[in-house]
């Protein structure tokens, strides 16, 4: 009943930038928290950063400084732009959206992921 469709990933040197951008759509009434993840190969699936409805923001130590998410609440968006990448960073990123629906039920959903990779 909600889609969400991540995009903006690739490849980038050591120290450089990417925006990813994470989109949710179909019957929702109020998205309450949207986050980003990353599962890096033989890792778990680890939240780094996270926004309320209201604006509040968490980060996890490893990107804090670094990474940035932001939230359009009017286009059910959220962005997470990251800076000085290290080869550390690389992973599938995932978005996930909880919120409620038009039907007053509560929902939570994950994006399919998207590749970031940094390397020389």
């Known amino acids: 009943q909600v889609q969400v469709v991540e995009s903006g990933g690739g490849l980038v040197q050591p120290g450089g930038s990417l925006r990813l951008s994470c989109a949710a759509s179909?019957?929702?009434?109020?998205?309450?928290?949207m986050g980003w993840y990353r599962q890096a190969p033989g890792k778990q699936r680890e939240l780094i950063a996270s926004?309320?409805?209201?604006?509040?923001?968490n980060y996890a130590d490893s990107v804090k400084g670094r990474f940035t998410i932001a939230r359009d609440n009017a286009r059910n968006t959220v962005y997470l732009q990251m800076t000085n990448l290290k080869p550390e960073d690389t992973a599938v990123y995932y978005c996930?959206?909880?919120?409620?629906?038009?039907?007053?039920?509560?929902?939570?959903?994950w994006g399919q992921g998207t590749q970031v990779t940094v390397s020389a």
């Open positions: 996930n959206v909880g919120g409620e629906l038009a039907t007053m039920s509560v929902f939570g959903s």
């Open positions: 179909g019957r929702i009434r109020v998205i309450t928290a």
């Open positions: 926004i309320t409805i209201g604006g509040y923001t």
